[in-house]
C-alpha cells in the first residue's frame, strides 16, 4: 500500500486512535478523503494533520459528523 493517489476513502472513527492514524497514513499517501466521527473538534485536529502531510495541490479532508449507531446518520454519510 505505497500509492493511494486519488483514490476515494472512507474513514470511519477518524476523530482518534487507529482511525485518525489511518486518516493521516492514507493522506501521506494521497487518498481523497471522507472522515467520519462524533466529535467535531477531533475531527478537525486530524484534518489539519492530514493537511500537514498530503501530497501539494490535495484537496482537504471532508468532514461528516455522524454516529454510526444512527441508521439516520448512516444514510447521511454515504449520501454525502
Known sequence: ????NGKVTLI???SSGIGAATA????RLGANL???GRNEANL?????ECVS???AGAEPPL????DMCSEVDIVR????
Do not use: K
Open 1 to 4: 500500500m505505497s500509492d493511494l
Open 12 to 14: 470511519t472513527g477518524a
Open 24 to 27: 493521516v497514513l492514507f493522506a
Open 34 to 36: 471522507a472522515i467520519n
Open 44 to 48: 478537525q485536529r486530524t484534518r489539519d
Open 53 to 55: 502531510v498530503c501530497p
Open 63 to 66: 468532514i461528516i459528523i455522524a
Open 77 to 80: 454519510l454515504v449520501e454525502t
